[in-house]
């Protein structure tokens, strides 16, 4: 219950004690503002500059959040405000080669000459508003420390040498399993491609935590990630030969946060007691303003769990927010948000929201974290969830742009995450399916209950950070119409929030739900599977069962089960592998339909179709010449020779089938076994139906030339009378 500020500055300075003061550098991999927290972010970040200058931060690689605000800002009131060196070796002056920014810093340590270079993630152009970068470009990262770490280490003392390397590079292993980096292009080029000259690899972006040996010519290297927030350091101690002053050996090590409280050395340093009295004012400075309440929730509302399953109680828990590559309720309920607040009288309205997963910082929890009471949200919270300060953007798409954008939620191919699910208002739904080729996955899309019209014009509203194509959406690029409304993202939220009448209740409705291989022909049963029913937010229940509808008519139900399925992306939980019977009372024959599937625990509804209602097998019966089916049922097989009539003298003509010289008889208009099979006749004779000899019962007569072999019941046997009549090519009709 500690403080974090205070705790993160106490391992600081505990470390340095134990390992060194004076043979210690600390560094950071970047992201040391944007992206923070409201504590930070409502006095502009200056509050964490000002801490790391307490604890007098060496040097740090740019992050892709030191751009959020712009270039400009990070090279004059950022800059100004830090007392180290910002470092990015891949940052360019457009169209040149020429380093906008410091490349490397050189530290001496006890006589050893340490060079710091930094480099920031190639994708940092999707990730921030193109507005504010657009005197610049960015490099590729693993070719500008090489070419770094060449001149530090070339003999020239002209262009700077060094004895050691290191190489912050703000980018690293999408994720990790039992301590082990998970493999990526980048990562895998960090481990085999950078120079033998670097000696550590320090990373960020990915907000992971790993330290681990990597092998070069000569041996390992250090290759680590702190993980995020302040929660730890990775401390790399290395051993030099004081002859060459190069590394021989070293110990790497991730050191978490302490729980507790301060204690140690640090109690009395004076660079913790700095950097805690900045903490402790800015937390007394944020508290007042963020207490304020500005709406109520009813239930947890969160991002994706990335390790969440399901409890006893039938619902999704979890302990790892911000999984991107989920839909998450918070993420559609910032969607919600930008339409219902741009449709606010006097705002240029909007028919579709859209929200980027990592825009949201912070989840919105029920119980009160502080004395505002349980589901009350106030000020700091909801600032929180939304911290970057973008404004909100309109403008008209086309519905083929609205699919593209869509099918950008497979990101680029080496990108750190390989999908970024969208959150989306609650009046559009899509299917898709994830083994199609890129480009194509997306197999339908609904906005406000009908089909997405490719060729119509389509308000669209999000973050400007989004509608400037950031985290690779560019097909939000090609737009007309933009309007920047100027209303700040973190305003919009709140105000939304104040604007509900009663809690705001979490949606666990999905938006996008995985459909695979849908056949287009429907006959009396139909194969589906449907992949990611459910949503892993905390609470999110897991659904159990569809309800079908075809046409809007009830037609069956489908089992829906909690199974995950990882690959290909994205993750999918709660599926269907079920076959449908489909009632085809209602139903025109060989119509053109919409199947509808409604989720009975979440509500999510998947949209089908259109899928045709064929004839291939069945009875289709109508008694009121509409030429809709009011009577359907299955009986015998396709190729079989149906009769129609009167067996049991009931008034209601029924179907035989005949197979040879066969006749398997039904009494009733419904699926099942025949109730009387008789041998009549040969398989080659023409079978006539009658009430030959009026008792108001059909039986069979079959005819032979011009012979005719009556019988007057339902029976194997010979014939009750045998006629002559006509010639036998006559046509021949029977009647009452």
Sequence with gaps: DAPAGPRFACLVENQKTLLGDDTT?????????????????????????????????????????????????????????????????????????????????????????????????????????????????????????????????????????????????????????????????????????????????????????????????SGTRNISQAGQYGGGLTSVQLGIDPETNKVVEYVNDYVPVPDAAPSGACLTDPQYLAAKQISDDAVAAAKVLGAQPVGKIAADITTAYANAAVTDDGVYMGTARDDRMRESALGNLVAQAWLEELNVPGRPGADIGIMNPGGLRAELFHKASGVEGDGVVTLEEASAVNPFGNTLVVKDITGAQFKETLEQQWQPEGS????????????????????????????????????????????????????????????????????????????????????????????????????????????????VTIEGVDMTSLGAPANTEFEVFANGQSVGTLEIVTERVATPLPVRDGVTNGVLTVDRTGLQTNESVDLTLVAAESGTVVQLGPVVISLDTGFFLNDDFTGIANIQFKYGEPGDVVLFGDWDGDGIDTPAIRRGNQFFIKNSNSAGFADKVVLYGNPTDVVLVGDWNGDGVDTLAVRRGHQYFIKNSIASGYADKVVLYGNPTDVVLVGD
């Design 416 to 527: 750190s995450r390989g999908f970024l699910n969208l959150g989306l208002s609650d009046n559009v739904s899509y299917t898709f399916d994830p083994n199609l080729p890129k480009g194509s996955r997306i197999t339908s899309v609904w906005v406000d209950e009908e089909r997405l019209d490719l060729d119509a014009v389509y308000q669209v509203t999000s973050s400007s950070f989004l509608m400037a194509g950031g985290d690779n959406f560019t097909a939000l690029q090609k737009r007309t119409n933009t309007r920047d409304t100027g209303l700040v993202d973190t305003e919009a939220f709140m105000n939304f929030m104040g604007r509900a009448d009663a809690p705001i209740e979490p949606d666990f409705a999905k938006r996008g739900v995985g459909v695979i291989d849908m056949p287009e022909k429907v006959v009396d049963e139909v194969e």
């Design 25 to 217: 550098l600390l560094l950071s991999a970047g992201d040391n503002i944007g992206g923070s927290l409201f504590v930070s972010f409502v006095a502009q970040d200056n509050p964490t500059l000002a801490y790391l200058n307490a604890l007098e931060l060496d040097a740090a690689a740019v992050g892709n959040h030191e751009f959020d605000r712009g270039f400009d800002d990070l090279t004059g009131r950022v800059d100004t405000a830090a007392d180290f060196p910002y470092l990015g070796a891949n940052v360019y002056e457009r169209g040149t080669e020429t380093p906008a920014l410091d490349e490397y810093v050189i530290k001496t340590v006890n006589g050893v000459e340490v060079a710091i270079i930094g480099a920031v993630t190639q994708e940092t152009a999707s990730l921030v508003s193109p507005d504010g970068i657009t005197g610049i470009e960015f490099g590729d990262p693993v070719e500008a420390v090489n070419r770094v770490a060449t001149k530090l280490s070339d003999g020239n003392a002209e262009n700077g040498e060094a004895d050691v390397i290191v190489a912050e590079i703000h980018d690293g292993a999408a994720s990790v399993t039992g301590g082990v980096p998970a493999a990526n292009a980048i990562y895998n080029r960090m481990v085999n491609e950078l120079s033998a000259e670097v000696d550590v690899i320090f990373n960020g972006h990915t907000h992971q935590i790993y330290a681990v040996d990597a092998p070069i010519t």
